[in-house]
């Protein structure tokens, strides 16, 4: 069983900047890929990122990093928008199974809320 904890969430003011975490309970982190996801009031869960291939609605603004030492996934998202107001989950899947299918994510985390004022 792999528990995923989301921290770094909060309000920031449209242009501004939030660091997400994702910190891995246990298991083997190698064994898994961590990306991101976020989901708006009324609208489907969808893909953010993993690292080095994100979302054309997030890309060059958002950056996906890893710490192997410390079992954490961050997503550093810089120059926000009032669109980017979601909780934001970070989910693990294989290393071999597709990034972006939900389908493919064994594990998900509870989820963090991010909120963006005009």
């Known amino acids: 069983q792999v528990q995923l904890l989301e921290s770094g969430g909060g309000l920031v003011q449209a242009g501004g900047s939030l660091r997400l975490s994702c910190a891995r309970s246990?298991?083997?982190?190698?064994?898994?890929?961590i990306d991101w996801f976020r989901q708006a009031p009324g609208k489907e869960r969808e893909f953010v990122g993993t690292i080095g291939t994100y979302a054309d609605s997030v890309k060059g603004r958002f950056t996906i990093s890893r710490d192997n030492a410390k079992n954490t996934v961050y997503l550093q998202m810089d120059s926000l928008k009032p669109e980017d107001t979601a909780i934001y989950y970070c989910?693990?899947?294989?290393?071999?199974?597709?990034?972006?299918?939900?389908?493919?994510?064994?594990?998900w985390g509870q989820g963090t809320q991010v909120t963006v004022s005009s």
């Open positions: 246990a298991g083997t982190f190698s064994a898994y890929i």
């Open positions: 989910a693990a899947r294989f290393s071999w199974a597709a990034a972006g299918n939900k389908d493919n994510y064994r594990y």
